[in-house]
């Protein structure tokens, strides 16, 4: 710490105006780049430095520089009271006025554009700088709190978003939309919403799949195109390949769930939960009528409604039966 800075305290003055930006407040971003210097006491303080918490970058760097070009001044401020900056003793009682612009405000529109932008500039940065191999940082949008580690890969127009983690090795394939999920070692997600889910190693999220709050999927897993979970545990190497609702579900390891298959857990009042067991198969076009448990190693032949409990290695098939009439088409058809 030189010593200008052991000798700077600093006030973050409050307003009617608190904005958010990529997940933290004004204030709370100010109060994250002036820590050191907020509580001290002003006895011993040479320099008091007042910034608006609607002025959210203003940094350390352009501080220590005003207060080094201060020379004889007693005090520098902008002209509306952006920020200014008094020293205890000055041999010239004397203020310097600065350009309102210097320092941007998040009341005016305009400006909030350009903090927003600089804001989300400089997370990327930072995360370049770290090692994330970020494909287009124009498009990529992150929040202050998201972690991502060394060796992720961020094709454009993501946004992560909340206290998101990813984990090296994942793969965000253009067009995802994450908030405050969880991705561990080697997840690949392709143009997917995910909501306060958790995915485990290894596994492949979409093209448009939506994982909603406490989706949480095992390793190796496939979630795939249009599949949505929502409140439910899916078992290690499961596959959820495409078209299917997963909801109030635990679904055990090694096991398919078919095209269009339905979870269904809300009869109009209440919501219910199924249980399925590990290397079962669900066919095609099934519904799970909740609360139902499937035992290990069931298979349900496609076209199936479930509403009764399943024994362990069960077959179970419930189609209306097939009938066929010739020549009755036409009746149909004209």
């Not at 220590?64 to 010239?92: F, K, P, V």
């Amino acid at each position: 710490m030189s010593d200008i800075e052991s000798k700077i305290k600093v006030t973050i003055t409050p307003s009617d105006y608190d904005y958010e930006f990529w997940g933290k407040k004004s204030s709370d971003i100010l109060a994250m780049e002036f820590g050191q210097f907020l509580g001290r006491s002003a006895e011993e303080s040479e320099f008091f430095v007042f910034i608006s918490q609607e002025c959210p970058l203003v940094d350390r760097a352009f501080v220590l520089e005003l207060i080094s070009q201060m020379g004889d001044y007693s005090s520098i401020r902008t002209s509306d009271g952006r920020l200014m900056i008094t020293r205890r003793a000055s041999t010239r009682q004397h203020e310097k006025i600065l350009n309102s612009n210097v320092v941007l405000k998040a009341t005016v529109n305009r400006e909030r554009v350009e903090i927003s932008e600089k804001l989300r500039s400089m997370i990327v940065n930072r995360h370049i700088e770290a090692g994330v191999f970020i494909l287009d940082p124009k498009s990529a949008y992150i929040d202050f709190d998201a972690e991502i580690e060394s060796g992720v890969t961020i094709y454009p127009n993501n946004t992560i978003r909340g206290k998101s983690v990813i984990k090296s090795g994942c793969v965000l394939m253009p067009n995802n939309n994450i908030t405050s999920s969880s991705l561990d070692e080697n997840v690949t997600v392709a143009a997917s919403t995910l909501n306060g889910a958790s995915v485990g190693k290894n596994c492949t999220i979409g093209p448009n799949a939506y994982l909603r709050p406490n989706a949480r999927i095992g390793e190796d897993c496939r979630i795939g195109d249009f599949v949505e979970i929502k409140n439910s545990t899916i078992g290690n190497n499961t596959k959820v390949s495409h078209l299917a609702y997963v909801g109030d579900a635990i679904v055990g390891e090694n096991c398919n769930i078919g095209c269009g298959a339905i979870f269904v857990n809300y009869n109009g009042k209440t919501k219910s939960t199924s249980v399925v067991g590990n290397n079962c198969f669900i066919g095609s076009n099934c519904n799970i009528i909740a609360p139902v448990t499937i035992g290990d190693s069931a298979y349900i032949a496609a076209g199936t409604t479930v509403t009764k409990d399943l024994p362990e290695d069960a077959f179970c098939i419930g189609r209306v039966r097939q009938e066929i009439k010739e020549n009755l088409a036409s009746k149909y058809l004209k």
